[in-house]
């Protein structure tokens, strides 16, 4: 990464309330931040801080009440829902904590789900179910469905689903939430040489302390508000500001960035 490269992510002044008058939550406040190709950055809080509520704002799962959201050079929060669709599918990759894959499905038809969606024709889909499934380490589960997986089996094919269409972003809630800390780390492993390796975004929420050490950059979130400063996205550098209350992990963790990507996996 280079530091005067454009921002895959950018979002500016992100403001979402549930509810309305005394009992409205204000979820997400005046959130600015932005994440570089190559980069991992991991957002962290208690419960109830305002992770989900801030990755769908910057994913466009979420509609902000103010506030802009570009991914790359295209604003999501000025655009159309079909063209946000059309953004999401072509863009985006979304890792959920509860895996989000449909039990129905084999894991290589879950992976295929959204080549489909794009039109991707069966040839290509099938070789690029291959690669992923290869990738992620379950190249002999193909025709296993998400019951007959464990949990850290599902959710790599919940990873390796979510890169189908080559994103530019990942953005993953709590990937590994309900993985046991051996198998959430090859998880965070895998997301940690996808950025570093392949110059892919992403922004990654989690608690646990242990997977913040893959992180090139950690911003921490209290009641809807990123301490330390915003992250934002000053002619395109992507930079915390600390203030005097930021503890040493809210401030950027610098990182050998490898300044050659291979292609987008
Ligand atoms: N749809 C909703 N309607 C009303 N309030 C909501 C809704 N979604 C979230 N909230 C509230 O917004 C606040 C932030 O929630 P959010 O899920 O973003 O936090 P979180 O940091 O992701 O929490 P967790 O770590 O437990 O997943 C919480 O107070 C939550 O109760």
Redesign the pocket.
């Known amino acids: 990464m280079s530091s005067d490269s454009a921002p895959a992510m950018r979002a500016v002044g992100i403001n979402?309330t549930?509810?309305k008058g005394e009992s409205a939550?204000?979820?997400?406040q005046d959130a600015s931040l932005s994440v570089q190709p190559g980069e991992l950055l991991v957002v962290k809080?208690?419960?109830?801080?305002?992770?989900?509520?801030?990755?769908?704002c910057i994913g466009g799962l979420d509609e902000p009440d103010s506030g802009t959201v570009f991914i790359g050079d295209r604003e999501l929060t000025a655009m159309r829902e079909s063209d946000r669709v059309e953004l999401r599918q072509t863009q985006l990759g979304f890792v959920f904590?509860s895996f989000g894959l449909i039990p129905i499905l084999s894991a290589a038809e879950n992976v295929e789900v959204p080549m489909r969606l794009v039109g991707m024709p069966p040839a290509e889909r099938q070789a690029r179910v291959d690669e992923l499934l290869e990738l992620v380490g379950l190249a002999d589960h193909h025709h296993q469905r998400p019951a007959e997986l464990s949990g850290g089996q599902q959710q790599r094919v919940g990873l390796a689903r979510s890169l189908a269409n080559r994103p530019k972003l990942l953005i993953a809630?709590?990937p590994t939430?309900q993985l046991d800390s051996v198998t959430a780390g090859t998880m965070m492993d895998l997301i940690s040489d996808l950025v570093h390796s392949h110059g892919v975004a992403a922004i990654v929420?989690t608690?646990d302390p242990l997977l913040m050490q893959r992180a090139d950059r950690v911003l921490e979130?209290h009641d809807?508000r990123i301490l330390g400063g915003q992250a934002t996205a000053s002619a395109g550098a992507s930079s915390v500001e600390p203030s005097d209350e930021a503890s040493p992990e809210m401030i950027e963790v610098p990182r050998s960035y490898s300044g050659r990507h291979r292609r987008n996996p």
């Open positions: 979402r549930y509810g939550v204000h979820a997400c809080g208690p419960s109830g801080s305002g992770k989900t509520t801030l990755l769908n904590q809630d709590e939430g929420s608690h979130l809807g």
